[in-house]
């Protein structure tokens, strides 16, 4: 275990190996071998990265799965020239969304308190739905990342991307708008990059 405390696999609920997978031994993935993804690994993802708790239980991250070689070509095309490579080799693909409209979700994801969408309906509160729908969808893409690692597969989660034209060639006559996207598999040759330091916890916290 790579951690900064000799002791801290007292703490944990988890046994040691689960701790590298999720966390110490993870690493951001560049590049990937052909091992396919399957749609029951992809369902096992998306099962996973649900569970996690989001504002009202809103949920409003949406996944597109780029799997078709027409499709990764078109995306690569909105990746920055830095991301393309890797996003054409990784064996399956995530665009990551959040709903604008998340809210018209309401009786499904709180039934108990299905008026509440009332406190999100209107023209005037579209800024208010966008910011709420955007936090908590990168909330999910925290688990998202999380959940790909439980399954025993690495991501690479990017940013650098053109959102508005990956939205106009996926998800056109929606209210999805891209934030993220994410490369998934198994790592291939030379796939880390060196790891970068991490806070410490005296800079990181305050305790009151």
Same mark, same amino acid.
Do not use: C
């Given at each position: 275990?790579?951690?900064?405390l ?7 609920a ?21 091992? +396919? @993804? ?14 996690? +708790? ?5 949920q +409003? ?29 990784a +064996? ?36 208010m739905?966008?910011? @709420? ?5 990168h909330?999910q ?30 998800h ?5 708008k ?8 198994k ?22």
């Amino acid at each position: 275990m790579t951690a900064t405390l000799p002791d801290l696999d007292q703490e944990l609920a988890i046994d040691a190996a689960t701790a590298d997978a999720l966390f110490f031994e993870a690493r951001t993935a560049n590049t990937f071998s052909d091992e +396919p @993804v399957s749609e029951e690994t992809a369902r096992a993802i998306y099962e996973l990265a649900k569970m996690g +708790p989001t504002m009202m239980n809103n949920q +409003p991250m949406r996944v597109t799965w780029v799997r078709s070689a027409a499709a990764r070509e078109q995306l690569a095309h909105r990746m920055a020239e830095g991301n393309r490579a890797k996003t054409l080799a990784a +064996p399956l693909v995530a665009v990551l969304s959040f709903d604008a409209d998340w809210h018209e979700q309401f009786p499904v994801f709180l039934p108990h308190a299905a008026e509440r969408q009332e406190m999100f309906d209107g023209e005037e509160k579209a800024g208010m739905r966008e910011s @709420v729908g955007k936090d908590n969808a990168h909330l999910q893409a925290g688990y998202f990342i999380m959940a790909v690692r439980a399954v025993g597969l690495h991501a690479g989660p990017m940013g650098g991307f053109d959102a508005a034209g990956v939205d106009e060639d996926f998800h056109a006559g929606t209210s999805r708008k891209a934030f993220m996207v994410v490369n998934i598999g198994k790592p291939g040759e030379n796939p880390w990059y060196p790891r970068l330091p991490r806070l410490d916890y005296a800079t990181a916290t305050t305790t009151l």
